[in-house]
């Protein structure tokens, strides 16, 4: 049988959360949430090389984060003892997804790990079985194993596809704006001030057969991070203003997750280049134009020799 010593280039999407409704604290002192997740084409990029003395390596990954914290390093050692795999891996990730931002690249990362690992140490395991796992992880982890756009309900793992017609009504571009800070989750969600009654939407109701004047429901997080973090409330009304002054409507411009980044969402490429353009004159953030993908190429392997 051959070995496949390891992968190259492959790629883990960042994600938005299109609208963010907190319907509810559940009885674990978890939230019961409802969103819709789209994955992004601004990606960060994973290497991985089989080890034969079972460690589990990071070479390079998040800044700032410790090994034995970083996400990838984490889900390596949890399939390893999952799976009952002697093998190693060493793994690099090139970081182009903003950290701390809401967009999920620490889960995404820790997904495309799976996927590789399930596939270099030949376990076989189904996308279910893997997901399982991987929320363990966090609570988006199991989004980035289907990585196509997905209704959210629970805490982000309860998954379901869009229906055709909400497919159709999606943005096809957005501008993403990463201000200086990072919003710690925890804070936010424990915050009294947060609004935990919103009712949810039907599914039925994302068919709206283009993008409007105003993208679906709200994020109810925004309010509580836009009064604590002015670097985020600037990033927000810089976006406003790009969008105004390209013509565009400010009811498509939302946080995403918890923060600290905030999108504008846009029906073709020459509007997103327009808004970017006007978004980065105000210097608030790093600003990022990036494609909503119907799905994205997990699968699309380039393995090493």
């Not at 949430?33 to 990606?43: C, G, N």
């Not at 199991?142 to 805490?155: I, M």
């Not at 055709?164 to 001030?193: C, D, I, M």
């Not at 109701?205 to 709200?218: N, T, V």
């Amino acid at each position: 049988m051959s070995r496949l010593a390891g992968v190259r280039h492959l790629l883990a999407p960042a994600k938005l959360n299109l609208f963010l409704h907190v319907l509810g604290r559940r009885a674990d002192g978890y939230h019961e949430l409802e969103s819709v997740f789209v994955p992004l084409d601004l990606a960060d990029t994973l290497h991985l090389w089989l080890r034969d003395d079972g460690a589990v390596v990071r070479e390079a990954g998040a800044e700032g984060v410790a090994e034995a914290d970083d996400l990838v390093v984490r889900a390596a050692r949890l399939l390893a003892e999952a799976g009952g795999v002697r093998e190693g891996v060493t793994i690099r990730v090139d970081k182009r997804i903003p950290m701390g931002g809401g967009l999920g690249g620490g889960s995404s990362d820790a997904a495309s790990t799976l996927m590789a690992l399930n596939r270099l140490w030949r376990l076989h395991w189904s996308r279910d079985r893997l997901a399982r796992l991987a929320l363990s992880l966090g609570a988006d982890v199991p989004f980035f194993l289907v990585g196509a756009p997905a209704y959210a309900r629970g805490v982000g793992e309860a998954l379901r596809p869009l229906p055709a017609a909400a497919l159709r009504a999606l943005p096809s571009h957005v501008v993403v704006v990463a201000p200086p800070v990072q919003v710690p989750t925890a804070s936010v969600f424990g915050a009294a001030e947060l609004t935990r009654d919103t009712k949810p939407l039907k599914i039925s109701g994302l068919s709206r057969g283009r993008l409007g004047e105003a993208l679906p429901g709200r994020n109810d997080l925004e309010p509580v991070v836009l009064a604590r973090h002015p670097q985020v409330a600037a990033a927000r009304q810089a976006l406003v203003a790009a969008m105004g002054a390209a013509g565009q409507s400010p009811g498509l411009v939302r946080m995403t997750g918890s923060g600290a980044c905030v999108f504008a969402a846009l029906s073709s490429a020459r509007s997103a280049q327009a808004v970017a353009a006007g978004a980065r004159q105000a210097g608030v953030g790093d600003v990022v134009s990036a494609r909503v993908l119907p799905g994205h190429a997990l699968t699309r392997w380039a393995f090493a020799s």
